[in-house]
């Protein structure tokens, strides 16, 4: 079974600097789509980010890119010029491109922006 | 944003009373989930709809029930709530293709004391 690993519980980053967050899975399949949802307090999940396996381009949108790396199974999501609206949840998610199926998400990674 | 409601928003119930929460779409999304988020476990799934009348159970299922008789709605039961159901319940959507994320309701949490 396909599983999604967030080490990091909490993490925090000074305004305007750069965050990584991590986050690694362990599945068989070759096809699949990776996701990071941002949690904000209001609770609402919002996706952030998605990345198809096949592409080896990494995904960005404006600040924030992913570093995907397919061997090794890692999924790290930058935050570049970190704001004080990026306090958050994180969570990162897999889905399987074969299978009828769900979404596995991680336990989450909280993060702090100090300003 | 998909149109995707939750009702109710929030409720404090009993221990061994029945509650019914709502999911309602707009979107004529196919998929549908019900998840529970608790503090340390992030989201665990209860159970999903790929259809209607077509559900499956995940990982969280026992205690729950689900029924999905138009496109539209997905219901979650509690049969007999206990106080371990007190949680925040995330309904979320999916399109058809399989690329397509999930968006999500707005929560609905529960008490039951």
């Known amino acids: 079974a396909q599983t999604v690993t967030q080490s990091q519980p909490e993490m925090s980053v000074q305004e305007a600097e750069t965050v990584t967050l991590s986050c690694t899975y362990d599945?068989?399949?070759?096809?699949?789509?990776l996701f990071w949802y941002k949690q904000p307090p209001s609770r609402q999940m919002i996706l952030v980010i998605r990345?198809?396996?096949?592409?080896?381009q990494n995904a960005t949108e404006n600040r924030f890119s992913v570093n995907f790396q397919k061997a090794a199974k890692s999924f790290s999501l930058k935050i570049s010029d970190s704001q004080l609206g990026d306090a958050a949840m994180y969570f990162c998610?897999?889905?399987?491109?074969?299978?009828?199926?769900?979404?596995?998400f991680g336990k989450g990674t909280r993060l702090h922006i100090l300003p | 944003d998909a149109g995707i409601t939750q009702s109710p928003r929030h409720k404090v119930t009993e221990t061994g009373t029945p509650v019914t929460l709502r999911c309602h779409q707009t979107?004529?999304?196919?998929?549908m989930y019900w998840y529970r988020q608790d503090p340390g476990h992030g989201l665990r799934l209860i159970h999903y709809?790929?259809?209607?009348?077509?559900?499956d159970k995940g990982e969280v299922s026992d205690g729950y029930s689900v029924s999905r008789s138009k496109t539209e709605d997905f219901l979650l039961t509690l049969e007999s709530a206990t106080s371990s159901q007190t949680s925040v319940y995330f309904c979320?959507?999916?399109?058809?293709?399989?690329?397509?994320?999930?968006?999500f309701g707005p929560g609905t949490r529960l008490t039951v004391t």
């Open positions: 979107e004529n999304h196919r998929y």
């Open positions: 998610a897999y889905r399987s491109a074969l299978r009828d199926d769900k979404i596995i």
């Open positions: 990345q198809e396996a096949y592409k080896q």
């Open positions: 599945t068989s399949e070759s096809d699949y789509y």
């Open positions: 979320a959507t999916s399109g058809l293709q399989r690329s397509y994320e999930q968006y």
């Open positions: 709809s790929y259809g209607v009348k077509d559900t």
